[in-house]
């Protein structure tokens, strides 16, 4: 049983940053990839950004270059570097990945951006 923990969510003013982290119970070499999504209230949960273990990576288009997925493997943690960040931003923003078959989720960490 993988669990994922993400840390890092808080209030902030629009322009400003915020980096969340999502520790993994185990190795993260064991993960082909690892994601965030975000779920705004009373939408869908969209797709944020993807890192591989070969440590490629993509974003949402939307995103306009403002975040940054990175990993620490000798820390089981990935990351999301969240600049400039928008009103539009607010969200609860969980990490995912897939192993042997199974579907992990993060409880969630809320980001809420306003002035």
């Known amino acids: 049983q993988v669990q994922l923990v993400e840390s890092g969510g808080g209030l902030v003013q629009p322009g400003g940053s915020l980096r969340l982290s999502c520790a993994a119970s185990e190795s993260i070499f064991n993960f082909f990839v690892m994601r965030w999504y975000r779920q705004a209230p009373g939408k869908q949960r969209d797709l944020v950004a993807v890192?591989?273990?070969?440590?490629?990576?993509m974003y949402a288009a939307s995103l306009k270059g403002r975040f940054t997925i990175s990993r620490d493997d000798a820390k089981n943690t990935i990351f999301l570097q969240m600049d400039s960040l928008e009103p539009e931003d607010t969200a609860v923003y969980y990490c995912?990945?897939?192993?042997?078959?199974?579907?992990?989720w993060g409880q969630g960490t809320q980001v809420t951006v306003s002035s």
């Open positions: 890192i591989t273990a070969g440590g490629d990576k």
């Open positions: 995912n990945t897939n192993y042997k078959g199974a579907d992990y």
